[in-house]
């Protein structure tokens, strides 16, 4: 793995534990209504000591969560992690005059130490006399030892770390609105990769102390601005116009300048998206749909966010978030912010300026965003993941060439064999907005907020040996379901049941590996037996069997052993055009009583050859034929 992967593995990892924090939010939000006034104070110091718990044990929530994510979600790792922190407390709080606390840096540290041993001593075998402690138990017996050097360690280092942080902290407040600035600009080139995570646990959970009356010491802009620290808040203020206007600015932009005959679905795409990004501040939708298309317009949206950093410090705006900068957290924490009022004109002249801005350059320099050409970003998904599943996992390059799939709130992370495997159009087709290679194997894929349940389904399948079929694409043109094609027979499945294309160019291929088993005499038809026992016809137009057969011609004959994307007949598109009642061509499985569950890629232009375009589970009975 490269550098670059490991830091996106990472990123990951440290992500995780925040997603407590919206909890520790409401409640303290909750806690600071007024509940002494309604008679119920004990609501109020339940809520308040619920929330600050979670921001207490943070440094804990860190350690587990970092190794948990290192270690590929393994238990064991996550419980010497949290071993390794108790045994930190306990040296430190014994040793120390108290000026050294566990700190979420600590708890990353500890969570990459018993991710790494995990990772690297799981499968330990050591003499039969102590097996006992081999296996994922060593990880637990060793982590014990380190954790007890390192915190010896520590005792003469932490002064120093802390000591370059209030370095750090200073620089910045000398840089002033200037630093913010810059921060804003590499916390948005940083998302793009996926690493934005990184810069942010410097700035939001180790940046800057503050002591709570009750002589606590709170580190980070984010614990301080939930702590009740007037001077936290800098480093996310800024980012409510950006994710509140500016971003759903864009997706309003990109509606208008759709197609007339694609607007409908875009609109309904991108709203949705806007509305995400609006109330939540999951942004990645908006942002990968002009990221590769347009990557100068995503320099001059760097360049406008770092500016909204500046212009909230020059107003001495202070507020917050538990998640991200969204109007939920805007609302929720805005009991604790300073001047926040002043964000919602800001964030409105931002999405003006964004709306304007973006509508102008798609439409003068014809950047190709969604519903301005064939393709599809960010499809519905609710309901149909386990059905697009398989064909996710085949553009990805088939199960054995993934080697790690995790996943983020709006991304897939994997780790492959080879990255060159990857069908990007075929994922861009299956909803994705847009994917990314980092080098080594390491690869996301933007599929928004569905990434973790699409993860779960895929990871499914890669756990099942599934007998399955896939199919590619035997002509090029545009797929339709088999229903709505203008013909009785094959719409009503009485034929079989599968997909069907309409004609563009004159070449049909074979969609699967299998055997010539009939080629009808005038070649306008052909049907092909896999080796799992399915027959497959190829029905080349409607009512077209009375044609002559010099228009069509076959390039193969009865027996022949065929592969995907094998030309199977050469036809004479104008003739057909013609004289046939339609182009539809259909692709069925005259005997679908050996399936057990259909999947079909989105209803749209495919090429010849393109893989893949449906995939079929059979019944377990009919497992076994050709594995490819």
Not at 93 to 106: C, K
Not at 163 to 173: F, I, K
């Amino acid at each position: 793995m490269n550098w670059l992967g490991s830091l996106q593995q990472l990123g990951r990892a440290v992500m995780l534990p925040t997603m407590v924090l919206p909890a520790a939010a409401i409640l303290l939000s909750v806690g600071s209504l007024p509940w002494d006034v309604w008679g119920l104070p004990s609501i109020g110091d339940v809520s308040t000591w619920a929330g600050q718990g979670i921001f207490y044990f943070l440094p804990y929530f860190f350690a587990v969560g970092v190794a948990w994510g290192l270690a590929n979600q393994a238990g064991p790792a996550g419980l010497a992690a949290l071993s390794g922190m108790f045994i930190y407390d306990q040296v430190t709080r014994h040793f120390s005059d108290g000026s050294i606390q566990p700190s979420t840096l600590i708890g990353i540290l500890f969570g990459m130490m018993a991710g790494g041993l995990y990772n690297r001593f799981k499968h330990i075998k050591l003499p039969e006399v102590v097996q006992f402690f081999g296996g994922s138990r060593f990880v637990l017996l060793i982590m014990g030892l380190l954790s007890a050097v390192f915190s010896w360690f520590m005792l003469g280092i932490a002064p120093f770390l802390q000591r370059g942080l209030d370095e750090l902290t200073q620089l910045m407040l000398h840089l002033g609105g200037f630093g913010l600035f810059l921060y804003g600009m590499i916390y948005r080139i940083l998302t793009a990769f996926g690493l934005h995570h990184l810069l942010n646990n410097v700035f939001w959970f180790q940046l800057g102390t503050f002591t709570t009356p009750d002589g606590s010491i709170v580190q980070g802009d984010l614990p301080r601005y939930f702590a009740g620290d007037p001077t936290a808040g800098s480093f996310m203020a800024g980012l409510f116009p950006i994710m509140m206007f500016a971003l759903p600015g864009i997706a309003l932009a990109i509606i208008h300048e759709a197609r007339e005959d694609l607007k409908p679905k875009i609109k309904k795409t991108f709203l949705t998206a806007a509305l995400v990004c609006f109330v939540t501040g999951v942004s990645e939708q908006i942002e990968f749909a002009f990221l590769f298309v347009a990557p100068y317009m995503f320099i001059v949206h760097v360049i406008l966010s770092g500016l909204a950093m500046w212009i909230t410090y020059a107003l001495d705006i202070h507020h917050g978030f538990s998640y991200s900068a969204g109007v939920i957290d805007y609302i929720l924490n805005f009991h604790l912010s300073h001047n926040a009022w002043m964000l919602i004109p800001i964030g409105l002249a931002y999405g003006v300026v964004y709306y304007v801005l973006f509508r102008w350059a798609i439409h003068r320099f014809g950047i190709p965003t969604p519903g301005r050409e064939e393709g599809s970003t960010l499809e519905d998904w609710a309901g149909n993941i386990p059905y697009q599943a398989p064909l996710i996992l085949e553009a990805l390059g088939g199960k054995e060439n993934v080697v790690r799939l995790e996943s983020c709130v709006t991304r897939l992370r994997l780790t492959v064999k080879n990255d060159r495997l990857i069908d990007t159009s075929a994922l861009k087709l299956l909803g994705s907005a847009g994917s990314m290679k980092l080098g080594g194997g390491n690869v996301q894929v933007v599929f928004g907020t569905y990434s973790e349940l699409i993860r779960e389904e895929v990871n499914k399948l890669m756990q099942r040996d599934l007998p399955q079929v896939l199919f590619c694409a035997p002509v090029q043109g545009r797929m339709l379901p088999i229903a709505e094609v203008p013909d009785h027979i094959f719409a009503a499945k009485l034929v079989g049941d599968g997909v069907a294309f309409i004609l563009e160019k004159d070449e049909l291929v074979s969609p699967v590996f299998g055997t010539i088993l009939h080629i009808y005499p005038t070649m306008h038809a052909i049907g092909i037996s896999t080796p799992e026992g399915l027959e497959v016809l190829l029905h080349i137009g409607i009512d077209t069997s009375q044609l002559t057969g010099g228009d069509f011609q076959a390039l193969v004959k009865e027996g022949d052993v065929v592969v995907p994307g094998q030309l199977l007949i050469k036809f004479n598109l104008a003739y057909i055009r013609k004289h046939a009642a339609s182009l539809a061509t259909p692709m069925v499985i005259t005997n679908p009583q050996l399936v057990k569950s259909w999947s079909f890629a989105p209803f749209k232009g495919v090429k010849k050859g393109q893989a893949s375009v449906m995939s079929v589970v059979l019944h377990d009975r009919n497992v076994g034929g050709h594995e490819s």
